[in-house]
């Protein structure tokens, strides 16, 4: 039984997705917070439970049964983000797992610039504690951030971010079908896995290059101070927590964290990886 956590959200639907062209849907769990967003998954014959990383009772029921169980990160920051992270590996180990995968990303580093992959390497160590078997997987920086910070560049045609250094966007689908093939070929990767990223590096001048194209409009990307930055998003709401978090993004490109492209992810899937054009052009076409 293979259980994957946060099975409704943007990666975990399309792992399960993926993961049910590999093995039989009674091989496969999920445990998510609301199962009735689940249904569509249920009515395919995998086991659908309720399961949240703030609560180990549910997530032993959640997790019964499992020989390996996918951590699928939780969508925030700091020491809340890893005591979660914690909770899942403790119940992973306790249902008896042999091995347990965790969606990290690349750059995850103790002295890392950026919060969450600061969180990521204590989520690894937490890992490697736990006396089981594991797999980090070390994803590439998923390219829908980069179409979330284009913004309203395309009406306003000013793209206006801090400095930023190279990053190998990579797409979800990729990932997502990556990790199904190795969820299917348990043992694969022992440890962290190489980088799996896209097959190049782009900053947001050329990010702002490519929407230029695709829209057919004049796209500028200005440089905004580090703390201008801060006290624009602190002014529009953001908690200055979060608006730092978010600056650590820039920080760490700039020092060149998420600048790594690895074959890895290619050989996984047996062809190049989605570029970062392709989704780009799906999200200004939805938007």
């Known amino acids: 039984m293979i259980i994957v956590t946060g099975a409704t959200g943007q990666l975990g639907r399309r792992v399960v997705e993926r993961l049910l062209t590999r093995v039989p849907a009674d091989?496969?769990?999920?445990?998510?917070?609301?199962?009735?967003?689940?249904?569509?998954?249920?009515?395919?014959?995998?086991?659908?439970?309720?399961?949240?990383?703030?609560?180990?009772?549910?997530?032993?029921?959640?997790?019964?049964?499992?020989?390996?169980?996918?951590?699928?990160?939780?969508?925030?920051?700091?020491?809340?983000?890893?005591?979660?992270?914690?909770?899942?590996?403790?119940?992973?180990?306790?249902?008896?797992?042999?091995?347990?995968?965790y969606t990290s990303q690349m750059g995850a580093g103790?002295?890392?610039?950026?919060?969450?992959?600061?969180?990521h390497a204590a989520t690894e160590e937490a890992l490697r504690a736990s006396g089981v078997p594991f797999t980090a997987l070390r994803n590439g920086f998923y390219a829908t951030s980069a179409a979330h910070f284009l913004g309203h560049a395309v009406e306003s045609g000013r793209l206006a971010l801090p400095a930023d250094g190279p990053v190998a966007w990579t797409a979800h689908a990729d990932l997502a079908e990556a990790t199904a093939a190795i969820l299917a070929d348990e043992g694969r990767f022992e440890g962290p896995t190489p980088p799996l990223t896209?097959?190049?590096?782009?900053?947001f001048e050329e990010i702002a290059e490519i929407a230029a194209k695709l829209t057919g409009r004049t796209i500028t990307r200005v440089t905004v101070p580090d703390?201008?930055?801060?006290?624009?998003?602190?002014?529009?709401?953001?908690?200055?927590?979060?608006?730092?978090?978010?600056?650590?993004?820039?920080?760490?490109?700039?020092?060149?964290e998420f600048a790594t492209v690895d074959p890895a992810l290619a050989t996984l899937l047996g062809r190049e990886p989605v570029s970062t054009e392709a989704v780009l052009r799906e999200h200004l076409s939805a938007g």
Not at 28 to 48: I, T
Not at 110 to 119: G, P, V, W, Y
Not at 198 to 203: I, V
């Open 27 to 101: 091989r496969v769990g999920v445990s998510v917070r609301d199962p009735q967003k689940a249904q569509g998954l249920a009515d395919q014959g995998v086991r659908v439970r309720q399961g949240s990383f703030t609560d180990p009772a549910g997530l032993a029921h959640a997790f019964e049964g499992a020989t390996q169980v996918l951590v699928v990160s939780v969508d925030v920051m700091g020491d809340e983000c890893v005591r979660q992270h914690r909770t899942a590996i403790d119940a992973a180990v306790a249902a008896g797992a042999r091995r347990i995968l």
């Open 110 to 119: 103790a002295t890392s610039h950026f919060q969450a992959c600061r969180d």
């Open 198 to 203: 896209g097959s190049r590096t782009l900053d």
């Open 227 to 256: 703390d201008q930055y801060r006290e624009q998003m602190i002014g529009q709401g953001v908690p200055a927590e979060l608006s730092d978090q978010l600056l650590g993004i820039f920080l760490a490109s700039r020092a060149g």
